[in-house]
């Protein structure tokens, strides 16, 4: 009897001190939530989904939007829905919350339109200024930082509308972690 309760004894205590190893091990630089290279971000932006839910100018009712976080960043660099100004700003701040919270700190995304390979001129929709297609998300890198990249691009959708539609229409996505 003697020796079955000192085998158990032994057994837990080995149990134990694994997990105390394996779990100091996955807090290891590296190994942790807190950092991811940017390919690795990229890839979230491109894959992972998000439901934004904003209310509607003029009316008691709301909408829900549920699209991977690059499509929440596209529909705010285009200015958003077409309810009205406050509608819109309400979507922008909603989407625009809801990627920083995906993404965590330590990342910085930049989005804006860019036509025939260049980012100038009229924005998607005919008029838009400089600022309602460009977005950034996150702080700056700091200066001394170790700084990785990557680049996503998805198509623009407002070439149908336009007269003369560019090209090539798409929003260019730059992910930067440290």
Do not use: K
Not at 65 to 88: F, I, K, R, Y
Not at 126 to 139: Q, S
Not at 161 to 166: R, T
Request: aromatic share 4%.
């Amino acid at each position: 009897m003697t020796s079955t309760v000192l085998d158990v004894t032994l057994m837990l205590l080995c149990v134990s001190a694994s997990v105390v190893v394996l779990g100091a091990a996955g807090n290891v630089v590296g190994h942790g939530t807190e950092e991811h290279s940017a390919a690795d971000v990229a890839d979230r932006l491109a894959t992972e989904t998000a439901t934004v839910t904003y209310e509607v100018d003029g009316a008691h009712d709301s909408r829900t939007v549920h699209a991977t976080l690059v499509e929440l960043l596209v529909m705010t660099a285009g200015g958003g829905p077409n309810d009205g100004a406050e509608t819109a700003g309400r979507f922008r701040a909603q989407a625009l919350e809801a990627v920083e919270h995906a993404l965590g700190g330590r990342t910085r995304v930049d989005v804006r339109y860019d036509a025939d390979g260049e980012a100038a001129g009229a924005g998607p929709w005919m008029g838009a200024e400089r600022d309602a297609w460009t977005v950034a998300v996150g702080p700056e890198p700091p200066a001394g930082a170790d700084v990785t990249a990557a680049v996503v691009t998805h198509p623009g959708s407002a070439g149908a509308d336009e007269p003369d539609p560019p090209e090539v229409e798409r929003f260019r996505i730059v992910v930067r972690t440290w």
